[in-house]
């Protein structure tokens, strides 16, 4: 299994931002795809997750800000936030989990600052 992430960069605070991840390989019906973020010094936390049968968490911290969404039939997930800010500021990483196997994409950086 692999996933592929994309649609890190810079934004201003108040901006927007949508990361995309593919998941490729033997992908199982039923899994869990999420988003995690890191920034430096701290530990990774989980954002947004979203099961195949679209039940989603978010963190409290991206609540009424962020999106998480899915294509099963494609293995994709994406992330749309909305009203950045800098604490925002990290590198997100795609996240599976099927049947307790985790797998990570490589993280993408997204950096909020005027």
């Known amino acids: 299994v692999q996933l592929q992430a994309s649609g890190g960069g810079l934004v201003q605070p108040g901006g927007s931002l949508r990361l995309s991840c593919a998941a490729s390989?033997?992908?199982?019906?039923?899994?869990?795809m999420a988003w995690y973020r890191q920034a430096p010094g701290k530990e990774r936390e989980m954002v947004a997750a979203?099961?195949?049968?679209?039940?989603?968490n978010y963190a409290d911290s991206v609540k009424g800000r962020f999106t998480i969404s899915r294509d099963n039939a494609k293995n994709t997930v994406s992330l749309q936030m909305n009203s950045l800010k800098p604490e925002d500021t990290a590198v997100y990483y795609c996240?599976?989990?099927?049947?307790?196997?985790?797998?990570w994409g490589q993280g993408t950086q997204v950096t909020v600052s005027s």
């Open positions: 979203m099961s195949t049968g679209s039940s989603t």
């Open positions: 390989g033997t992908i199982l019906r039923t899994n869990v």
């Open positions: 996240h599976l989990n099927q049947r307790g196997f985790l797998y």
